[in-house]
C-alpha cells in the first residue's frame, strides 16, 4: 500500500529553524516526484515547489523561492521541508503529495500543522 | 504563473441536485486539468485528472470536461459525503497552480 507519513505538528517561535519530513512507503521512491503544498487557515492550496527524489533537482515557486528549502534522503524514502528563520505567516498545514506518473497528485500526505508564534 | 479562477467561491444544494463548478485558465493548459476534494481537517483527494478521466474508486457521479481554458466538474446526483471544498489545479506548466477552491455545503 503506498503511503506518505508526514512528521508530527510543530510550534516554533519566530527566528527558529525547522525541518519536516515525509516518508514514503509502498512504492519506489527514487521513482516519482515529491511536492509540497501549503495551506494557510481557511485558505486554499498553494504549490511551493518540488523535487525528483532520483538526482535531488529542485523547482521552487517564485512564491517560496529563497525561503524554504527541499531535499530529500532516497536511502530512507524520505522528503523533506525546511526553514532557516520562521515568521508568523509561515503558519499553516503542509502537506507532501506524490506525482503520479501521470500528470497529477494521486496520494497525499496527511499534513503537518506549523504553527509560528513568540 | 498561470492563475486558475473558480466559480462560484461557494454554492448550497439539496441532495440530489445537479451541481457544477468551473475552472477557468489565465492561458490554454489543454487538458492539463485536475479536480480534487478536500474534507475539513484531511488531505485533498483526487477525483479528476486529465480533464475528464475518473480516478480509480471515485463515484461515477463525479464526471469532468473541457479543453483549452474552461473546465467543469460536475456532481450529477449531490450526496451527504459530498459535503466538502473543491479545486481545481493546472499541471501545464510549474507552478502547478490551484484555484482558490468552492466550498459545497448541503441544503
Known amino acids: 500500500e503506498v503511503q506518505l507519513v508526514q512528521s508530527g ?14 516518508k514514503g512507503s509502498g512504492y519506489s521512491f527514487t521513482s516519482y516526484w515529491i511536492t509540497w503544498v ?10 511551493m515547489g518540488r523535487i525528483d527524489p532520483s538526482d535531488s533537482y529542485t523547482s521552487y515557486s517564485p512564491s517560496f523561492q529563497g525561503h524554504v528549502t ?31 506518473s501521470g500528470i497529477y497528485y494521486d496520494y497525499w500526505g496527511q499534513g503537518t500543522l506549523v504553527t509560528v508564534s513568540s | 504563473d498561470i492563475q486558475m479562477t473558480q466559480s462560484p467561491s461557494s454554492l448550497s444544494a439539496s441532495v440530489g441536485d445537479r451541481v457544477t463548478i468551473s475552472c477557468r485558465a489565465s492561458q490554454s493548459i489543454t487538458n492539463y486539468l ?5 474534507k ?11 480533464a475528464s478521466s475518473l480516478q ?3 463515484p461515477s457521479r463525479f464526471s469532468g470536461s473541457g479543453s483549452g481554458t474552461d473546465f467543469t466538474l460536475t456532481i450529477s446526483s449531490l450526496q451527504p459525503e459530498d459535503f466538502a471544498t473543491y ?13 482558490l477552491g468552492t466550498k ?3 441544503k
Open chain 2, 56 to 58: 480509480s474508486g471515485v
Open chain 1, 38 to 47: 501549503r495551506q494557510m487557515p481557511g485558505k486554499g492550496l498553494e504549490w
Open chain 2, 40 to 50: 475539513p481537517g484531511k488531505a485533498p483527494k483526487l477525483l479528476i485528472y486529465a
Open chain 2, 104 to 106: 459545497v455545503e448541503i
Open chain 2, 34 to 38: 485536475n479536480w480534487y476534494q478536500q
Open chain 1, 70 to 100: 527541499i531535499s530529500a534522503d532516497e536511502s530512507i524514502s524520505t522528503a523533506y521541508l525546511q526553514w532557516s528563520s520562521l515568521k508568523a505567516s509561515d503558519t499553516a498545514m503542509y502537506y507532501c503529495a506524490r506525482r503520479s
Open chain 2, 87 to 99: 479545486y481545481c489545479q493546472q499541471s501545464y506548466s510549474t507552478p502547478w497552480t490551484f484555484g
Open chain 1, 9 to 22: 505538528a510543530e510550534v516554533k517561535k519566530p527566528g527558529e529553524s525547522l525541518r519536516i519530513s515525509c
